[in-house]
């Protein structure tokens, strides 16, 4: 009996060895359609997509799509952390790509797919992890569940098909950049005059709404990030055009204002 039990045992090593596919953390499918689909602008601070090609390159991102869906929890279970922070930014980004396609030239914001009872960040129409899921479960269940993450500029990273989003990074995000990555995306996001600016005339910084949407984040202490104002100083030289306003933020000595959001579709027309 014992050597019919290590015969199972030596064939089910072999047909998991044979058989199941390791994920490929260096996400290359998404990696090579955002080369092909994100326009990045001049001054490399915001981005566009192209949703027609999308349209056109559907059966690429479904394959990719369904690669992430097929991870199982007990397969991620022992991931390194920044494995699965990348998988799931880069989970968040592909669906609402996909969900975008739904309607897609029939639209002209991500808002158009929900009601006034329906959000789309609410709509369950994927799987991950084993379960339905929605882009609001992976963004503030997963991404921003406390003690999971705790990294405040995953804000820069995660994109709602917007203009008025953070750019859409031209490439995966992978565990082994993970870092210089989401750094490279905050400075990225806050030299965009048209998101974030500095008036030194009246002494007030003009930011995203997203930061005011997300300030308890900012407040935490996680990675240093303690408030949104030494948030600020922090990317002082990002956000100012002079070292004299550089000077300025870092002391604090501005106020806080928040801009309007621009909910229409980041089409690349």
Known sequence: MKYIRAGIAALALSLFAHGAQ???????????????????????TASSVKYAQAKQDHAELKAYLASLSAVSRQEYAPWAKDQKLAFLINAYNAFTIELILTEYPKLDSIKDL??????????????????????DGIEHERIRAPGAFDDPRIHAAVVCASIGCPMLRNEAYVATRLDAQLEDQMQRFLRDRSR??????????????????????????????????????????ALADTPE?????????????????????????
């Open 114 to 135: 929900g009601s006034f009872l329906a959000s789309p960040w609410k709509k369950p129409f994927f799987e991950l992890l084993g379960k339905k899921e929605t882009l």
């Open 245 to 269: 306003e550089a000077a300025r933020l870092r002391r604090g000595d501005f106020t806080i204002d928040y801009l309007n959001y621009d909910w229409r579709l980041n089409d690349a027309r």
């Open 22 to 44: 390791a994920f490929d953390h260096t996400h290359q499918a998404w990696n090579t359609l955002l080369g092909k689909l994100v326009v990045v602008n001049k001054q490399g």
């Open 196 to 237: 974030n600016r500095f008036d030194a005339g009246t002494g007030t910084l003009h930011v995203s709404k997203i930061f005011d949407w997300y300030a308890g984040d900012f407040d935490k202490g996680h990675r240093g990030f303690d408030s949104l104002k030494a948030t600020f100083g922090h990317y002082a030289d």
